[in-house]
Nanobody, 123 residues
Framework: QVQLVESGGGLVQAGGSLRLSCAASGRTFSSYAMGWFRQAPGKEREFVAAISRRGRMYYPSSVTGRFTVSRDNAKNTVYLQMNSLKPEDTALYYC?????????????????WGPGTQVTVSS
């Protein structure tokens, strides 16, 4: 089992940047594919980024070119660098861990979730 805790959220103006971190504890971090999701009020949880055990990254078109996911297995941490933020990026951001291979993109692919960190982008 793995425990996840996100940090780095906050309030930022449109066009600004934030870097989210997700610290993992428990089983070997490198055994997991890691993902980032977000959920705005009244909306479904949305895939934002994923990184495989070997560091292969995948993004939806809505964030491609603006968001970058990375991982540091020595620190048991995954990051989400978010640039050129837009008001529509406002949401609660979650990191998640999956035992699946590759870069899973569906919430049901992930067994472990953090509590989330709020990102608010003002116009």
């Amino acid at each position: 089992q793995v425990q996840l805790v996100e940090s780095g959220g906050g309030l930022v103006q449109a066009g600004g940047s934030l870097r989210l971190s997700c610290a993992a504890s428990g089983r070997t971090f490198s055994s997991y594919a890691m993902g980032w999701f977000r959920q705005a009020p009244g909306k479904e949880r949305e895939f934002v980024a994923a990184i495989s055990r070997r560091g292969r990254m995948y993004y939806p078109s809505s964030v491609t070119g603006r968001f970058t996911v990375s991982r540091d297995n020595a620190k048991n941490t995954v990051y989400l660098q978010m640039n050129s933020l837009k008001p529509e990026d406002t949401a609660l951001y979650y990191c998640a861990a999956s035992m699946l291979y590759g870069s899973p993109q569906r919430p049901n692919d992930y067994a472990y979730w953090g509590p989330g960190t709020q990102v608010t982008v003002s116009s």
